[in-house]
């Protein structure tokens, strides 16, 4: 009677492990990049472990329709139980989507984004007409404000992690063009009436089996204005080894700090700048400053007529790998943002060992607790400055802070290993189809 019992067992874990076929959209996807190229491409990486996986995307380059990274990729190296279908825009997408990809009226890409949907959507049709899938999960981006059309089709529907829904903190953006601040107030403004106004964004939610989102905050406001119940998942993990140069902590000539990003006025860079002003051991301290953008130049110019430049190293746009590879010397990891999600350079930062500073807000409130960074609340301009400042001195008085939160990281990060999430996101699919039939009783 053993071998039946052994037989059984057998039997019952292999239907548990019984790979899923699932349809991925993912509108920005590549094996090169960070931010949401890189929260696609982890996830796809990942989950075609065990389940397999057809990905429906519109870019690997700058603009809709750049493809050729991700078209070459799949024709020549692809990935095991992973199919890649590019949705091209056609000609009227391309035209609605000209005014953006020339850098004027941006905001236009929404009008084509729409479009590449419907585009998306009939690709989708006719790929159920000749195959059965499990489930759909819209991977990204995260932003909730296009919802796209796949959520018609019947069939179990998992959707995020999505965020977007929270408002920049307008109080850094004090010294910003008026451009900027028009920007974000309008942003903020148009948060406020597609959440509370947007009909479609109802009807969504109410056919989605499964909701996920990147922050708690956002997972708050879906609860409260919709009554929609959610999962907490930060849209990124980390991926690889958790290492800590332990070298870096000994014959100190500087502690590093390192600040990595598009350098646009959201990213409030000036606050680190006039911060860094204020810090009475800058003598101390080099900032490592990684990326390119509109604010670049005036930043440059800013740091020379305040005598910065000794303290200042500008590396411009680096490779991905050899960003990520400043985080083996780096003491400390800064972000001043606006609005941000959970950026990728935190599990970056986490998987090197670099403890974060960040104001307490977005994503960073829910992922940098005190064993692993530093968070500063926003009261105001002046007051996230001084308190910036202060931080940084504390630090570059105290350097043994650096180390002992170097470790209280490589303790937090174990709670953001993908695969971690590899597990987390299987429950998610068994509780979207549950929770599929229920909806359709």
Known sequence: MLWLYVVHNILIIKKRIKMKNILVLAYQIS??????????????????????????????????????????????????????????????????????????????????????????????????????????????????????????????????????AGDASL?????????????????????????????????????????????????????????????????????????????????????????????????????????LLLVKNRN????????????????????????LDQNLVWHGQLPRYKAVGLFNMAHMHIITSAKEGNPTTIWEAMSHGVPTMSFDHCGMHDTICERCGIKIPILSYEQCVSDLAKNIDYLLEHPEKFEQLAYGVLECAKKYTWDDRELFLQKCYDQAIENFKNRIV
């Not at 956002?218 to 930060?234: A, G, T």
């Open 171 to 275: 109080a850094l953006l004090k010294n910003a063009s008026k451009m900027t601040k028009l920007k974000y107030y309008f942003r903020n403004l148009a948060n406020a009436i597609q959440l509370h106004h947007n009909r479609i964004l109802k009807k969504v939610l109410d056919h989605t089996d499964l909701l996920l989102t990147s922050t708690t905050e956002n997972q708050s406001i879906f609860s409260n204005i919709f009554h929609k119940k959610s999962l907490y998942l930060p849209e990124n993990a980390i991926t690889g080894d958790i290492c800590l140069n332990i070298e870096k902590f000994t014959n100190i000539k500087k502690y590093h700090f390192i600040v990595i990003g598009r350098l646009d006025a959201g990213k409030c860079i000036n606050i680190l700048l006039n911060a």
């Open 31 to 164: 094996p090169t990049k960070g931010s949401e190229y890189s929260v696609a491409w982890n996830y796809v990486t990942r989950m075609a472990k065990s389940n397999r996986i057809t990905v429906l995307y519109g870019v690997s380059g700058k603009h809709m329709g750049d493809t050729k990274e991700m078209d070459h990729y799949a024709d020549e190296v692809g990935i095991k139980n992973v199919r890649f279908i590019c949705v091209k825009p056609n000609q009227w997408t391309n035209a609605l989507n000209w005014c953006n990809r020339h850098d004027i009226l941006q905001y236009t890409f929404y009008f084509a984004y729409r479009e590449w949907h419907k585009l998306v959507y009939h690709v989708a049709k006719d790929l159920f007409e000749s195959e059965k899938f499990d489930l759909i999960h819209f991977v990204g981006p995260i932003g909730y404000r296009v919802p796209g059309k796949l959520w018609e089709l019947d069939i179990p529907y998992i959707w995020g992690p999505i965020g977007g």
């Open 284 to 307: 101390k301290m080099i900032l490592d400053i990684v990326g390119d953008g509109e604010e670049l130049q005036s930043l440059e110019r800013f740091a020379s007529s305040h005598a």
